[in-house]
Structures are given as C-alpha cells and as structure tokens.
C-alpha cells in the first residue's frame, strides 16, 4: 500500500492553521498512524487510529480520515512544532510510511 | 519509564554483516511486538522488519527479505536484527520501535507504534 502525502514540503507562520494530507493507494479503513520527526531525533507519536490522540500530545493536533483519505491539522501552530511529519499505514505488511512533509517556519 | 536503546551500528564493508540490538526497559518486553525501521541520510522512514511477541510471526520489507534476521529474547529483553551481505543502500539510521495494539474500537484493535529508540547508525562504504 502506497501512501502519498501533499504537500511534501510547507512554510508557515506561529498562529496558522495547517493541514496535511494522506492518501492510501487502496482502503486502509482506520489504520493510519501520524508521527512527527525533528533533526536528529526519533519520530514520536501524535495520532494513531486516524484520529486518536496519543497521551501527551497538544489538543491543537487533529486527525481525520477513513478508507483512502486521512488529514492532520495542526490549530495554531507553536514553534516547537516545525518538523518532518510522516503519516503510517498499519492495515497490512508491509508497512509503509508517506514520504514526509517538511513544515517550515515562513 | 518505557527505553530502548540500539547498539551495534559502525561502518561496514559492502558484503560484510552486522548485528543490532536493542535493548528494552520499563515494560513487559515479551507482551509486545517490536518493528525495525530505518532511515537513510536525507530521507524519509522505511519499515524494515516486524515480530510477534513470541518470535513466531515475522515479517520483511522486500528490500531485505533474504539478508536480514530478525530475532528476539525476552528472557534478555532484547531485540536484534542480524543484516547479512550489506549493500551501499542499507546506509541508515535503525531505529526499534514497540507495536502496540492497545486500542480497540468497534470491534477492530488499532495499532501503532509508541515508543522508539534514539537509533544506530550503519554506513555501508568501502
């Protein structure tokens, strides 16, 4: 299953309110994960189940989606949140990641 | 406090082997399944290998399958990944990550992976 995310790179200012997409090349239902990455550290976990938030991740994050087409809004941007953010099928293996979205500061 | 910590990365000659491990701490090891994943420099996340809980169940990605080993000992609460004949192209970050399928809803259980270690590093060069 081949995931694609748009757009693969985003500059953005403290306040904004961001969306990010992930489409599945074939029905995934709600087996979709979302991971933030900053420079040198692991990926941590934001939503799992399409739209669960993960304990300890700010309200401001959200995810929706079912079936092909899933999205991560971020409310208002903080600057701690500029990174790499990946979204994860987890309907099947192999498992697959999208290719990334790259959110800059504008 | 849930850990894991890789070891075992370095460089290596194209064709040469290594072994990583990862070592957990802070829960059950032998409750949970565990993933490989790595990262090549400048790149995105790439799945790699998976293992049930017992080590009865295992999976490859297909850029792997036939070279790389997983295993586990939950008596050591380890995990391991064994990468044989190393081309130029598995230079990476590995990274172990916990499997979890905590979350059931309306009869289906999601799973995720919640905790991840701080990654190794493998340089493939001759």
């Known amino acids: 299953i081949q995931l694609t995310q748009s757009p693969s790179s985003l500059s953005a200012s403290v306040g904004d309110r961001v969306t990010i997409t992930c489409r599945a090349s074939?029905?995934?239902?709600?087996?979709l994960a979302w991971y933030q990455q900053k420079p040198g550290k692991a990926p941590k976990l934001l939503i799992y189940?399409?739209?669960t938030l993960q304990s300890g991740v700010p309200s401001r994050f959200s995810g929706s989606g079912s079936g092909t087409d899933f999205t991560l809004t971020i409310s208002s941007l903080q600057p701690e949140d500029f990174a790499t953010y990946y979204c994860?099928?987890?309907?099947?293996?192999?498992?697959?990641f999208g290719q990334g979205t790259k959110l800059e500061i504008k | 406090e849930v850990q894991l910590v890789e070891s075992g990365g370095g460089l290596v000659q194209p064709g040469g082997s290594l072994r990583l491990s990862c070592a957990a701490s802070g829960f059950t090891f032998s409750s949970y399944e565990m993933n490989w994943v790595r990262q090549a420099p400048g790149k995105g996340l790439e799945w790699v290998s998976y293992?049930?809980?017992?080590?009865?169940?295992?999976y490859y990605a297909d850029s792997v399958k036939g070279r790389f080993t997983i295993s586990r000992d939950n008596a050591k609460n380890s995990l391991y990944l064994q990468m044989n004949s190393l081309r130029a192209e598995d230079t990476a970050v590995y990274y172990c990550a916990r499997d979890n399928r905590g979350y059931c809803s309306g009869g289906s259980c999601y799973r995720y992976f919640d905790y991840w270690g701080q990654g190794t590093l493998v340089t493939v060069s001759s």
């Open positions: 293992i049930s809980s017992s080590g009865s169940t295992i």
């Open positions: 189940a399409a739209s």
């Open positions: 994860q099928q987890l309907n099947s293996y192999p498992r697959t």
């Open positions: 074939q029905g995934i239902s709600s087996y």
